[in-house]
C-alpha cells in the first residue's frame, strides 16, 4: 500500500496566511532561491535534470531538458522568456488554481529560480480568465515581492534584473496548449503554431521561450531545498517527486490530493485518506485517468500506478491529473457527448479535422444518445475520429497542436471499451438509463 | 523584422517592403491616419475618471512589453475596457487600438475570439454554470434546469438582467457542481445555496 506518507507540494497549504509573503518568508521562504543563485546557470539546469522533473502540464516531458533546448547567448542573442502556464482549463484538472490560491510565493520562488537559469529578465504568467479570486491572490503576491526587493532591477539581492507579470487570459481552453498561449501573450487570437520551430528556440516576440506548467516551477523550491537526489528518490522510474491530482466523479470524496509515484489508481479511488470508494452498493465502470482528453479506462485496468510512464502500456496518459469516475449506472454515451462537446465548443477553427470532425462527432453522439443512431452513425463516429487522429498510439494527430487528438481519443477509447452502452442505444432506440444517465450521485439536490 | 512569422497577419504598409512594420529605429511604421485623430464622440464613452484610469491602465501595461510590441497588451487592454464600461463598445474599441498602434479590426479579432469578453451588453449578472463532465456526474445538468426554471431564461439567452450559459470547465471539479457569477466563483452548489447566492444579487 502506498499512501504518501509526508506532502511535499501540499505541506504548507493549511497553514493560516501561508499566501502571505511575511508567513512564507518566516517559514523559510526564499531561502531556496537564494541558495540556487550561488550556482551558475549551468549548475542548476544539471540539477533539475537529475532531479528528474517532468512537466506537470499534461505531456510530462522532462523539466531539465526542456530548459536544455534554449540556445546558448553566443548563439542566439535574442532575450529570454519564461512563460508560466495557469491557464487550467482541462476537463477534471483542479490543482495549479490551489496553489495560486494557497501557495503563491512557493511558484514566486520557482520563477526566481528558472529565470536565473535560464537567463530570462521576464517572466509573464498567463492564467486562465475565469480564475478571478486565484490571480488577485497571486497580483497581491507579485506586488510584494516587487516591494520586497525580491523581483525588480537586483532579484535578491543579485546583480539580475528580472521583471514578473500576470497576464489574464479571456477564457479560450486552446490557450493552455503552449505556442497558442505565446499568441496569445503576444495580444492575438490562440491559434497555435506548427512545430518545429519549437518556443525554446523561437518563441514569444520570436525570442527563445520556455513554457512550464504552474506546479512544475512550483516543485523547485523543494528540489533545492532537499536535494535533486531525495527528489528524485521520492519518484519512481523516470519520474521524480510527488503529484498533484485532481479526483471528481462519483466518488466520496472527490477533491485536490498529492499522491506518491507508485500510488495506484485503486489507491486513490478507494483509500480512506483519498475517495474513500464509491456511493454503497455502486461500483467503477469507467475512469478517465489524466483529464478528458486522455483514452478512458474500464474497471479492469485500476491497478495502474500514477507514475507518467505507467499508462503507455494502457495507451492512455497520465495527463494533467484530472481523475474523473463513473459508477455502473452511469450512460457511457452521455458522458462522451458531454467531453464530445467541449471539444467542439474550444477547437480555435484553424485545422479542419478538428474544426469539423469535432461538432461532427457531437452531432452522431446526441444522435446516438437520443435513439435515433444507427450502427453506420456508429461506424462513422469512429472513422471520423481515426481522420482526426488514428488511435493507439497516442500521437499520431492529423492536426497541427493536440486538441484534435485530445476529441478523438475519448470517442476512439470509450467505443472501443464501452461498445456495449452504444450498440444498447441503436437497438433499444432510446437510452437505457433514461432520464437518470449520470450515476449514482447526478442528481442535483 | 516581421511583427509576426505568420504570413496572413502581415498588413500593408506602404513601406518599400509589405512585410516590414517596424523601421530600424524601432518605430511603428503601421499607424493608420484615421485612427490618429480621436473620434469626436469619445468624450461621451468614459468619464473624466474613467478616461483617466483608461489612459494610466494602458500605459501600465504597455510597460510590461517590448516598445516594438504595443499590440500585445490587446487581452488586458480589452480587460481594462470591459472592468470600465462592462462589455466593449465599439466606441472603446477604436481608443484600445490607437493606443496599441493596431487597428480595429484586430481588436475585435481577438475580442470574439474569447469568449469571456463581450461585444454586446451582457445582462447585469452574466451566469456561467459548468456543465462539462465532472460537474455533471454531481448533477450539473439538473442545476441548469433548475436556474433556467427560476429566471425564466434558456441557457444561452440573455434578458436585461441576466444572461445564463453554459460554460467549460472551471477547474472546480473536485468540488463540483459550480458556477460562476460575473467572475465570482460559488461551488458545491446545492439548490439553498443556488436560492441564497440570487437572493444576494441586487
Given at each position: 500500500?502506498?499512501?504518501?506518507?509526508?506532502?511535499?507540494?501540499?505541506?504548507?497549504?493549511?497553514?493560516?496566511?501561508?499566501?502571505?509573503?511575511?508567513?512564507?518568508?518566516?517559514?523559510?521562504?526564499?531561502?531556496?532561491?537564494?541558495?540556487?543563485?550561488?550556482?551558475?546557470?549551468?549548475?542548476?539546469?544539471?540539477?533539475?535534470?537529475?532531479?528528474?522533473?517532468?512537466?506537470?502540464?499534461?505531456?510530462?516531458?522532462?523539466?531539465?531538458?526542456?530548459?536544455?533546448?534554449?540556445?546558448?547567448?553566443?548563439?542566439?542573442?535574442?532575450?529570454?522568456?519564461?512563460?508560466?502556464?495557469?491557464?487550467?482549463?482541462?476537463?477534471?484538472?483542479?490543482?495549479?488554481?490551489?496553489?495560486?490560491?494557497?501557495?503563491?510565493?512557493?511558484?514566486?520562488?520557482?520563477?526566481?529560480?528558472?529565470?536565473?537559469?535560464?537567463?530570462?529578465?521576464?517572466?509573464?504568467?498567463?492564467?486562465?480568465?475565469?480564475?478571478?479570486?486565484?490571480?488577485?491572490?497571486?497580483?497581491?503576491?507579485?506586488?510584494?515581492?516587487?516591494?520586497?526587493?525580491?523581483?525588480?532591477?537586483?532579484?535578491?539581492?543579485?546583480?539580475?534584473?528580472?521583471?514578473?507579470?500576470?497576464?489574464?487570459?479571456?477564457?479560450?481552453?486552446?490557450?493552455?496548449?503552449?505556442?497558442?498561449?505565446?499568441?496569445?501573450?503576444?495580444?492575438?487570437?490562440?491559434?497555435?503554431?506548427?512545430?518545429?520551430?519549437?518556443?525554446?528556440?523561437?518563441?514569444?516576440f520570436g525570442c527563445p521561450t520556455v513554457v512550464n506548467n504552474v506546479e512544475t516551477i512550483a516543485a523547485l523550491p523543494r528540489i533545492f531545498e532537499k536535494g535533486?537526489?531525495?527528489?528524485?528518490?521520492?519518484?519512481?522510474?523516470?519520474?521524480?517527486?510527488?503529484?498533484?491530482?485532481?479526483?471528481?466523479?462519483?466518488?466520496?470524496?472527490?477533491?485536490?490530493?498529492?499522491?506518491?509515484?507508485?500510488?495506484?489508481?485503486?489507491?486513490?479511488?478507494?483509500?480512506?485518506?483519498?475517495?474513500?470508494?464509491?456511493?454503497?452498493?455502486?461500483?467503477?465502470?469507467?475512469?478517465?485517468?489524466?483529464?478528458?482528453?486522455?483514452?478512458?479506462?474500464?474497471?479492469?485496468?485500476?491497478?495502474?500506478?500514477?507514475?507518467?510512464?505507467?499508462?503507455?502500456?494502457?495507451?492512455?496518459?497520465?495527463?494533467?491529473?484530472?481523475?474523473?469516475?463513473?459508477?455502473?449506472?452511469?450512460?457511457?454515451?452521455?458522458?462522451?457527448?458531454?467531453?464530445?462537446?467541449?471539444?467542439?465548443?474550444?477547437?480555435?477553427?484553424?485545422?479542419?479535422?478538428?474544426?469539423?470532425?469535432?461538432?461532427?462527432?457531437?452531432?452522431?453522439?446526441?444522435k446516438i444518445e437520443e435513439g435515433r443512431g444507427t450502427e453506420e452513425d456508429l461506424e462513422t463516429l469512429t472513422n471520423v475520429a481515426q481522420a482526426i487522429a488514428?488511435?493507439?498510439?497516442?500521437?499520431?494527430?492529423?492536426?497541427?497542436?493536440?486538441?484534435?487528438?485530445?476529441?478523438?481519443?475519448?470517442?476512439?477509447?470509450?467505443?472501443?471499451?464501452?461498445?456495449?452502452?452504444?450498440?444498447?442505444?441503436?437497438?433499444?432506440?432510446?437510452?437505457?438509463?433514461?432520464?437518470?444517465?449520470?450515476?449514482?450521485?447526478?442528481?442535483?439536490? | 523584422?516581421?511583427?509576426?512569422?505568420?504570413?496572413?497577419?502581415?498588413?500593408?504598409?506602404?513601406?518599400?517592403?509589405?512585410?516590414?512594420?517596424?523601421?530600424?529605429?524601432?518605430?511603428?511604421?503601421?499607424?493608420?491616419?484615421a485612427m490618429s485623430e480621436p473620434h469626436a464622440s469619445s468624450e461621451a464613452l468614459f468619464t473624466a475618471s474613467e478616461q483617466q484610469q483608461f489612459d494610466k491602465?494602458?500605459?501600465?501595461?504597455?510597460?510590461?512589453?517590448?516598445?516594438?510590441?504595443?499590440?500585445?497588451?490587446?487581452?488586458?487592454?480589452?480587460?481594462?475596457?470591459?472592468?470600465?464600461?462592462?462589455?466593449?463598445?465599439?466606441?472603446?474599441?477604436?481608443?484600445?487600438?490607437?493606443?496599441?498602434?493596431?487597428?480595429?479590426?484586430?481588436?475585435?479579432?481577438?475580442?470574439?475570439?474569447?469568449?469571456?469578453?463581450?461585444?454586446?451588453?451582457?445582462?447585469?449578472?452574466?451566469?456561467?454554470?459548468?456543465?462539462?463532465?465532472?460537474?455533471?456526474?454531481?448533477?450539473?445538468?439538473?442545476?441548469?434546469?433548475?436556474?433556467?426554471?427560476?429566471?425564466?431564461?434558456?441557457?444561452?439567452?440573455?434578458?436585461?438582467?441576466?444572461?445564463?450559459?453554459?460554460?467549460?470547465?472551471?477547474?472546480?471539479?473536485?468540488?463540483?457542481?459550480?458556477?460562476?457569477?460575473?467572475?465570482?466563483?460559488?461551488?458545491?452548489?446545492?439548490?439553498?445555496?443556488?436560492?441564497?447566492?440570487?437572493?444576494?444579487?441586487?
Open positions: 500500500m502506498s499512501v504518501l506518507t509526508e506532502k511535499v507540494m501540499m505541506r504548507d497549504w493549511a497553514r493560516a496566511g501561508q499566501n502571505t509573503l511575511s508567513v512564507y518568508k518566516q517559514h523559510g521562504g526564499y531561502a531556496q532561491a537564494k541558495k540556487a543563485l550561488e550556482l551558475s546557470p549551468p549548475q542548476i539546469i544539471d540539477e533539475v535534470k537529475k532531479s528528474q522533473l517532468r512537466g506537470r502540464g499534461g505531456a510530462g516531458f522532462p523539466t531539465g531538458l526542456k530548459w536544455s533546448f534554449v540556445p546558448s547567448i553566443d548563439k542566439n542573442p535574442k532575450p529570454r522568456y519564461l512563460a508560466i502556464n495557469a491557464d487550467e482549463s482541462e476537463p477534471g484538472t483542479a490543482k495549479d488554481r490551489f496553489i495560486l490560491e494557497n501557495d503563491p510565493h512557493l511558484l514566486l520562488e520557482g520563477i526566481a529560480i528558472a529565470c536565473y537559469a535560464l537567463n530570462a529578465h521576464t517572466c509573464y504568467i498567463y492564467s486562465r480568465g475565469e480564475f478571478k479570486y486565484p490571480s488577485s491572490v497571486l497580483d497581491k503576491a507579485i506586488a510584494d515581492a516587487y516591494a520586497d526587493g525580491i523581483f525588480g532591477k537586483k532579484l535578491l539581492g543579485k546583480d539580475f534584473e528580472l521583471n514578473v507579470y500576470q497576464v489574464r487570459g479571456a477564457g479560450a481552453y486552446i490557450c493552455g496548449e503552449e505556442t497558442a498561449l505565446l499568441e496569445s501573450l503576444e495580444g492575438k487570437k490562440g491559434w497555435p503554431r506548427l512545430k518545429p520551430p519549437f518556443p525554446a528556440v523561437v518563441g514569444l535533486a537526489q531525495w527528489f528524485s528518490d521520492l519518484g519512481l522510474g523516470k519520474s521524480g517527486g510527488t503529484r498533484l491530482v485532481t479526483l471528481s466523479g462519483t466518488v466520496n470524496q472527490p477533491g485536490t490530493y498529492e499522491v506518491a509515484m507508485n500510488t495506484t489508481m485503486k489507491e486513490l479511488i478507494f483509500e480512506k485518506e483519498y475517495g474513500n470508494g464509491l456511493p454503497e452498493g455502486r461500483s467503477v465502470k469507467a475512469v478517465i485517468p489524466g483529464g478528458s482528453s486522455a483514452p478512458v479506462l474500464t474497471a479492469d485496468e485500476l491497478d495502474v500506478k500514477l507514475e507518467f510512464d505507467a499508462f503507455k502500456p494502457l495507451q492512455s496518459m497520465a495527463g494533467s491529473g484530472g481523475i474523473i469516475v463513473m459508477d455502473d449506472t452511469t450512460c457511457m454515451v452521455r458522458c462522451l457527448w458531454r467531453v464530445a462537446r467541449f471539444y467542439a465548443e474550444e477547437s480555435c477553427g484553424q485545422c479542419t479535422p478538428c474544426r469539423e470532425g469535432q461538432p461532427w462527432m457531437t452531432r452522431l453522439l446526441r488514428p488511435w493507439p498510439p497516442i500521437g499520431l494527430g492529423n492536426t497541427i497542436c493536440a486538441l484534435g487528438d485530445a476529441g478523438a481519443l475519448p470517442v476512439q477509447s470509450f467505443v472501443q471499451k464501452f461498445k456495449k452502452d452504444f450498440l444498447d442505444h441503436i437497438s433499444l432506440k432510446r437510452c437505457p438509463y433514461g432520464d437518470k444517465p449520470w450515476g449514482a450521485l447526478g442528481e442535483f439536490r | 523584422m516581421y511583427a509576426t512569422n505568420r504570413g496572413w497577419e502581415r498588413t500593408w504598409t506602404g513601406a518599400a517592403d509589405p512585410t516590414v512594420l517596424i523601421d530600424a529605429a524601432g518605430a511603428d511604421l503601421y499607424e493608420p491616419a491602465g494602458i500605459a501600465e501595461l504597455l510597460s510590461h512589453y517590448p516598445p516594438d510590441r504595443k499590440s500585445a497588451a490587446m487581452l488586458p487592454a480589452l480587460r481594462l475596457l470591459q472592468t470600465l464600461k462592462g462589455w466593449l463598445p465599439p466606441e472603446g474599441m477604436k481608443q484600445v487600438a490607437q493606443k496599441l498602434h493596431t487597428t480595429v479590426e484586430k481588436a475585435y479579432e481577438v475580442a470574439t475570439f474569447y469568449v469571456m469578453f463581450h461585444t454586446s451588453p451582457p445582462g447585469k449578472y452574466t451566469i456561467d454554470v459548468c456543465t462539462n463532465l465532472s460537474c455533471a456526474l454531481r448533477g450539473a445538468e439538473g442545476l441548469l434546469s433548475y436556474l433556467e426554471e427560476k429566471l425564466g431564461l434558456r441557457a444561452g439567452t440573455k434578458n436585461e438582467r441576466y444572461f445564463l450559459r453554459e460554460t467549460e470547465c472551471l477547474a472546480s471539479c473536485g468540488t463540483a457542481p459550480c458556477f460562476q457569477v460575473n467572475e465570482d466563483h460559488h461551488e458545491n452548489l446545492t439548490k439553498a445555496k443556488v436560492d441564497q447566492i440570487l437572493e444576494k444579487l441586487a
